[in-house]
């Protein structure tokens, strides 16, 4: 029955991809790519009293280093693995099919935790199987546009138990006591704040990566995921900050709490130490659904701000969090020399 939902998944996906194949077929066989990744949903401070700051600019490799679109892509295939196991537990109890979505060039890695959200509200068990069914199709479009040289998937951390990604960013962000665990399969409300961890970072990094790519075909089809990776944020931030309204619940705080741990993590410092946004305004009778600066454009997070949320650390080095022995790239490496 659950493998039954999953691929009820795929077959929805598949419709998804439709538009999406057309353009590997208009690009041929290139393994040119889309750069980006998709994961932890934005949130912010509550000082939108003050301007917003402008987006971080977006470094250019430095002299000698060579970032290929293909690097980009399947740094951003890496992403998607994590979102895509995320949501398939949560939505249908079981992560991707092994044989056909996960291997590839390099050793495949295990997924440790993940289990179905007992939903008790049955629209965000609507929208955690449209989510799913997205984040599916995007491991398949990326796969199919790398083709041979994808990377396989890498060990990735979804638990919610002791020595559980989620747990270690639940205590950074101070949601939980420091020997407390985060289950984020428990609720309705600790799927919303995980899924909010993901989905905002999976936008500021497809933005931040646009300029990097040299293929106009797939950066057209990187802004196509990128605007399909803003509708999932907006959604879960639009469903946290409804539910806030019952202060009991906790979500607005926990949110804007996610929000300030993402901005220590990120590793940016001056005027761009804080970026990061919240669900709500001055105060929590204003929402934000919309995190942007005061033009209303969405910011920017290079790959190295990224590797730090994901990896849950700020120094130097692969591997931690989400991914406990890094992600399965090029770009990966550069991030121990900060040279991308």
Avoid: W
Wanted: with cysteine; hydrophobic share 40%; aromatic share 8%.
């Amino acid at each position: 029955m659950i493998k039954d939902s999953v691929f009820a998944a795929l077959e929805l996906a598949e419709l998804r991809r439709a538009e999406r194949r057309r353009f590997l077929k208009m690009a041929g066989a290139s393994t040119a790519a889309i750069g980006g990744l998709s994961l932890l949903a934005a949130c912010g401070d509550d000082d939108d009293d003050t301007p917003s700051p402008t987006p971080s600019p977006t470094p250019t490799p430095t002299p000698g280093v060579t970032v290929t679109d293909g690097d980009i892509l399947n740094l951003a295939l890496n992403l998607e693995y994590l979102e895509a196991q995320f949501y398939s537990f949560a939505a249908f109890g079981t992560g991707l099919p092994e044989s056909s979505l996960t291997g590839s060039v390099g050793t495949r890695g295990a997924v440790t935790g993940g289990r179905k959200v007992p939903f008790t509200d049955p629209l965000v068990a609507a929208y955690a199987r449209e989510i799913a069914a997205d984040e599916i199709a995007h491991v398949n479009f990326l796969r199919t546009a790398i083709g041979n040289t994808a990377v396989a998937q890498p060990a990735i951390n979804i638990d919610g138990g002791a020595n559980g990604a989620f747990t270690a960013a639940a205590r950074a962000a101070k949601l939980v006591g420091a020997t407390e665990n985060f289950d984020p399969y428990l609720n309705d409300n600790t799927f919303l704040l995980s899924a909010f961890l993901f989905e905002d970072v999976g936008v500021t990094a497809y933005k931040g990566a646009a300029p990097l790519l040299s293929s106009a075909t797939f950066l057209e089809a990187a802004a196509g995921i990128l605007a399909a990776e803003a509708y999932h944020a907006g959604l879960v931030r639009t469903v946290i900050y409804a539910k806030g309204l019952d202060a009991s619940t906790g979500l607005r705080q926990g949110a804007n709490a996610i929000s300030d741990a993402r901005d220590s993590l990120d590793g940016t410092t001056g005027s761009q130490a804080d970026l990061d946004q919240g669900v709500t305004g001055s105060d929590s009778s204003i929402s934000n659904i919309v995190p942007a600066d005061g033009n209303a454009i969405a910011y920017s997070r290079t790959t190295q701000q990224v590797h730090n949320i994901v990896y849950l650390r700020t120094t130097a080095g692969v591997g931690g969090g989400f991914f406990p022995n890094g992600t399965n790239n090029a770009v990966a490496a550069l991030r121990t020399s900060g040279a991308f």
